[in-house]
Structures are given as C-alpha cells and as structure tokens.
C-alpha cells in the first residue's frame, strides 16, 4: 500500500503501521495551538488512549515516540482520527477522504496459479480486444481460419488458434469421452450423421468452430465432406472453468 497523503504531506508510518503525529500536523497548518503535545494532555485523549490500549486485539501501543532520524509521535488509525476531529471539521473530513483513497487503490492483479486460471484471464483479454475492435468499427477479422486438409477424420489437426476434442481432452487433463459427454449433455454439440456438431450458439459466442473435414469414402472411392467441432481458445478456458469447478466439487 502507498502511504497516506494529506495535502501534499506524505504522513510516514512506523515498522508498527502506526501514523506520525507531526507529519498530521504540518498537513493541517502547522498552526502552534495543534500542536500534538498540547492535544496529547487532553483529558479526553488520554481516556481514549487507555480505552485503546485495554482492547483485547491489540497488537502494539497505540501511541510511541522514536527518537533520531525521522523520529516523532506515531499513534495508532483511531487516535489520528481523533487528532484531526480535534483540530477541524475540515481536516478531519481530509483524512478521512485521504484514508479512504488509500485503502480502495486496486490490489496488483494476481498471477494465474494454475491452468483454469492462465485460460479463464486468457479469454478476458480475447473478449477486451474483441470488445475494443466493435468499439473502434474494425473492419479486417481478428483471426483468419483455414481448415487443413487431411485423409481421415481423426487425423485432421486444429489451426494454432483452436483444438480438436481429442487435443483438447489432453490439455483439461480428462477423457475424451468424458469431455464429449460433457459438450453433449451441456448443449455444446450434437451428433448428426455419425459426426459431432457444434451449435450456432457456441459459434456465435466464439468457442466452437465449425470445419469441414474432406477425405475419401473407403467404399464409393469418392471424396465426400463431414462437418467436425473444433474447440477455440475461448472455449477451452470456459470447459477449464467449469472442470475445474466440478473437480472442487466432486
């Protein structure tokens, strides 16, 4: 976390995560009247002092005074609360706004762990570039897709940017059955005329490709074509996802 700024004054904190009373009072003014010694042996912060010492959670004392180099009086979060109430309403709502500022910076985003995780972000950044692209009217296609030839259906092999059921049961670590089972009884494919077809809706949304497979009919001789299901990137991270749920939950 960056350190708490108020007007322009970075307030430091001690090994403790306590705050530094004379760093509050040259961002309030520095007027001679707010000083922290005269606020110190106040009667009501020396009650509020104690109060804080004698709660169960308490990890250090709420006030310390370090001597030397960046020395002064460092005080627990309350007691810098009750510092800036004391000497205005207006400075009091600064460190407030201040405080609260600091704690809603976003975390760093977190590096991917494991490989649900590496494909689900993936895909977030596919759907962004696609978003932008419809954003700005791009014209030209996000990916170019050629369908291999090959001499049999089990032979034929997916472009760099999309897997086949086989190559992609390797990658989620499951069955080949139990993945087409899955696509099946989820509503990603359908068998039509002995081959595994992938619905428009998946298409549409980006995780299915449709392909076309063309090989010669070992009893006609002649070359014929059968629709077969690729799996894209995008799809390969939401069946991680939703294995990997199954997985935590089986």
């Not at 960046?70 to 460190?95: D, N, P, Q, R």
């Not at 050629?146 to 259906?153: T, V």
């Not at 059921?165 to 990658?171: D, R």
Request: some cysteine.
């Amino acid at each position: 976390m960056n350190a708490l700024t108020i007007a322009d004054t970075a307030i430091r904190q001690d090994a403790e995560g306590r705050y530094c009373l004379n760093d509050l009072h040259r961002a309030s003014g520095a007027e001679s009247k707010h000083q922290p010694a005269f606020w110190l042996r106040n009667a009501q912060t020396r009650a509020l002092i104690e109060e804080i010492g004698n709660s169960a959670n308490l990890q250090s004392s709420p006030v310390a005074s370090i001597e030397g180099a960046g020395g002064g009086t460092y005080v627990a979060k309350e007691l810098v609360y009750a510092y800036a109430m004391w000497i205005s309403a207006v400075f009091h709502l600064k460190v407030i706004r201040a405080y609260d500022a600091l704690v809603a910076q976003p975390a760093a985003p977190a590096i991917p762990q494991t490989l649900p995780e590496a494909l689900r972000l993936a895909a977030e950044a596919i759907e962004e570039r696609d978003r932008l692209a419809l954003a700005h009217k791009a014209s030209s296609e996000a990916l170019a897709i050629a369908a291999p030839k090959a001499q049999a259906l089990d032979r034929i092999a997916a472009d760099d940017k999309a897997l086949t059921v086989t190559q992609a049961s390797k990658v989620l670590g499951v069955k080949r059955e139990t993945l087409t089972n899955w696509l099946s009884a989820n509503g990603w494919m359908y068998r039509q005329n002995g081959s595994w077809v992938a619905y428009q809706q998946h298409i549409q949304n980006g995780r299915l490709l449709y392909k076309e497979a063309r090989y010669t009919d070992e009893q006609t001789g002649q070359e014929v074509y059968r629709p077969y299901c690729h799996i894209t990137q995008k799809g390969l991270a939401k069946l991680a996802e939703a294995f990997s749920r199954e997985v935590a939950h089986g």
